[in-house]
């Protein structure tokens, strides 16, 4: 059964950088799929923020572009999310899931908060 | 790249059935057959309900269902249960390695 658990900081002050870690079991990255970031603001919808290849081609949503970087390590056999400059509007609850253009397994999600 | 539009709300009485629509455009929902739909109770992360359309993953009851007619796909729910309620999102590929989501409806088992 493949599981994915996220774990960073769960408060992150306005301009820093917020940085998530998506560890996987069950399934190896090396083996295929790609893998992403969705999140969540309190009490809204679901926003795509981005998705990583094994190979490490990356492919992000043309609105946080210039702001993410995911990154994968396929020997820990997790990915990786940095999202720069943050505010307020980016506090929400982040998910890691994997992707082939569909979502199909989910991490439970972590609540980020930006708040100084 | 616009989010999919969806009803913010639907409901119906137990064993009814019930529908929601995801409308996208002709570069999203109308162009790739990687139309898919989740169920999110409070609190918990998303659940594949329906994939390419109207396909089940394993476990999934056959209550739901999917179709997609031009640029608009549709969930229906039949025989309604109380455990339905929940949030419901559908997402589409959209072209250059991007997904889009919907606004998401909040499904009501009155």
């Known amino acids: 059964q493949v599981q994915l658990q996220e774990s960073g900081p769960g408060l992150v002050k306005p301009s820093e950088t917020l940085s998530l870690t998506c560890a996987v079991s069950?399934?190896?990255?090396?083996?295929?799929?790609?893998w992403g970031w969705i999140r969540q603001p309190p009490g809204k919808g679901l926003e795509w923020i981005g998705s990583?290849?094994?190979?490490?081609?990356?492919y992000y949503s043309p609105s946080l572009k210039s702001r993410v970087t995911i990154s994968v390590d396929t020997s820990k056999n997790q990915f990786s999310l940095k999202l720069s400059s943050v505010t307020a509007a980016d506090t929400a609850v982040y998910y890691c899931?994997?992707?082939?253009?569909?979502?199909?397994?989910w991490g439970q999600g972590t609540l980020v908060t930006v708040s100084s | 790249q616009s989010a999919l539009t969806q009803p913010p709300s639907a409901s119906g009485s137990p064993g009814q059935s019930v529908t929601i629509s995801c409308s996208g455009t002709s570069s999203d929902v109308g162009a790739y057959k990687y139309v898919s739909w989740y169920h999110q109770h409070p609190g918990k992360a998303p659940k594949l309900m329906i994939y390419e359309v109207s396909k089940r993953p394993s476990g999934v009851p056959d209550r739901f269902s999917g179709s997609k007619s031009g640029n608009t796909a549709s969930l229906t729910v039949s025989g309604l249960q109380a455990e339905d309620e929940a949030d419901y999102y559908c997402?589409?590929?959209?072209?250059?390695?991007?997904?889009?989501f919907g606004g998401g409806t909040k499904l009501t088992v009155l």
């Open positions: 997402s589409s590929y959209a072209g250059s390695n991007s997904v889009v």
């Open positions: 069950g399934y190896s990255i090396s083996s295929g799929y790609h």
């Open positions: 899931a994997r992707v082939d253009w569909i979502f199909d397994y």
């Open positions: 990583i290849y094994r190979s490490g081609s990356t």
